[in-house]
């Protein structure tokens, strides 16, 4: 009987590791085959403003308002723990390196991931069920160059600019609290920041705009296109996407950092 | 002509088709009839080249189909136009956007050639004064008229129907099959109905297959069904509902 339960249970452990694998494939495929299809931009330029506006200027609404909420928390605790050790005046540098490095970037990419990810999944997903997708590719149309590539381009283009927006108003409401809060000038905070900032902080935490790009258009979309089983299928699918693009977006994060904290 | 030999087709564990052979000749209407869930759509998607049988051979003009890559399919499709039963129509385009995006997509028409052949959909679906409304603001029977349009853009010589009258009111009902056989009747266009109404299939098709438990049971003119003695056939012959 336990030699039984333990053939059945390695042979679901295999099934699942097959399926896992194939999953995988696909999801290389589906990402080659996406990124194969950017020189037909021209072609989908419309498709790509519509996107940009989404993931855009739409998305600076969430972004700002995460940004300035980390900004004055960060602006607050740190500033009582630095108050301390009598070492205030840091609070603009240590606010700084945190926000452009860490927390601006990451935060926009799970406010995004939310946003951007789950209409990406919800959209192509009801496409996928309702057939649309099909109909694309039955009267000649490739589906990923009209409904992923300009998302992705729109993406990789717009994460940018977010980033420097949520990095600058994160800082700015840091400092607008390190003055009403701590009583610190505004010009002990920002000449903590600029004069000390070094090329590495930028390049950490803007290299990190378009791999969260790439990680949330293409999971989220995979997962929109692979919907199947009606309206919960597309429920079931968007949660997914926006759960494993939130998983990768954390991991690439702290990898990201790693690797060019270590090399610059 | 379209043709299936020897089709079988898994999902997962499940057996949808097994060793199916189906001929569809040009300038004729054959419907595949069938119980819902037993794989009908599953032939039209297969004809199309939207999915690949796990063994068997799919020929569209005498070319197999079954190796080519999704770029050399495109042509292919373009011979057949094909109406989806949900219709399939995008959501957040105009009907005249709806008619004229494959167009503008694939070939290199001129503005003025792409607005002639919408305005010719618009009024054989008799939809004049609803171009610039979207699909969720028509009734279902104009709905499916806006689909059978979509797909007559490219002047296709065959037409796959998925389930044409499902969900419709008898009189929609009455009307797409009217619209459909006069396509044969005007154009000499071929056309393949998928469909589970056999009212549908004795009204406009001139031969029909029948499908049960992934298997053809039945090949041959609409008239001859009545002989068949295979008792799925009987049994929806006399008026049982088509379940397994």
């Known amino acids: 009987m336990p030699t039984t339960l333990a053939r059945s249970l390695s042979s679901q452990a295999a099934l699942q590791l097959k399926e896992f694998l194939l999953t995988m494939q696909e999801f290389f495929l589906f990402s080659l085959r996406a990124f194969a299809t950017i020189p037909k931009i021209k072609r989908y330029w419309r498709d790509f403003l519509d996107q940009a506006t989404i993931c855009g200027t739409e998305s600076i609404p969430i972004v700002l308002v995460s940004s300035i909420s980390i900004g004055s928390l960060l602006a607050i605790e740190v500033g009582n723990l630095l108050e301390d050790f009598g070492a205030k005046t840091m609070l603009g540098r240590s606010t700084s390196i945190t926000v452009i490095r860490e927390l601006g970037p990451l935060l926009m990419g799970l406010m995004l991931s939310a946003r951007f990810g789950s209409r990406n999944g919800a959209e192509l997903g009801a496409m996928q069920i309702s057939e649309q997708i099909d109909a694309l590719r039955a009267f000649g149309t490739d589906p990923i160059a009209k409904l992923v590539m300009p998302r992705l381009v729109a993406a990789l283009v717009m994460f940018v600019p977010l980033t420097a927006l949520a990095d600058f108003a994160g800082l700015q409401s840091a400092a607008i609290l390190a003055e009403h809060y701590h009583r610190l000038d505004p010009g002990i905070f920002w000449n903590a920041v600029y004069p000390r900032m070094i090329p590495k902080d930028f390049v950490v935490g803007f290299l990190k705009a378009p791999v969260f790009a790439i990680i949330i258009t293409l999971v989220s979309s995979f997962n929109g296109f692979a919907a199947r089983g009606g309206t919960a299928g597309v429920g079931r699918s968007t949660i997914k996407g926006i759960v494993v693009s939130s998983g990768l977006v954390l991991i690439a994060n702290f990898y990201v950092s790693k690797i060019v904290l270590e090399n610059m | 002509m379209i043709e ?193 109404i056999i009212d549908d299939v004795f009204a406009i098709a001139d031969c029909v297959a029948v499908l049960y438990k992934g298997e053809i049971i039945f090949d041959d003119v609409t008239e001859k069904l009545h002989e068949s003695q295979h008792p799925f056939i009987r049994s929806i012959l006399s008026d049982k509902i088509l379940e397994l």
Do not use: C, W
């Open chain 2, 4 to 196: 299936l030999r020897n089709v079988s087709l898994k999902y997962g564990d499940r057996e949808i088709l097994k060793n199916v052979s189906v001929t569809v000749r040009d300038n004729t209407i054959k419907a595949i009839l069938g119980p819902s869930g037993v794989g009908k759509s599953t032939i039209l998607k297969l004809m199309l080249g939207l999915i690949k049988p796990n063994s068997g051979k799919v020929f569209v003009d005498a070319t197999d189909i079954t190796p080519l890559k999704e770029t050399e399919l495109y042509p292919i499709r373009r011979k057949m136009g094909i109406v989806f039963q949900g219709n399939a129509l995008f959501d957040s385009m105009t009907i005249s956007q709806n008619l004229s995006f494959f167009l503008r997509e694939n070939l290199r028409l001129p503005e003025s050639e792409i607005e002639k052949r919408v305005v010719e959909q618009i009024q054989f679906a008799g939809l004049e004064g609803y171009e610039d409304q979207l699909p969720e603001n028509l009734s279902g029977g104009m709905r499916k008229r806006v689909a059978i349009g979509r797909a007559l853009i490219f002047n296709p010589r065959m037409i796959l129907f998925d389930e044409p009258t499902a969900g419709l009111d008898p009189v929609s009902s009455k009307k797409i099959l009217n619209l459909i056989d006069s396509l044969k009747q005007k154009s000499g266009l071929g056309a393949v109905i998928v469909t589970h």
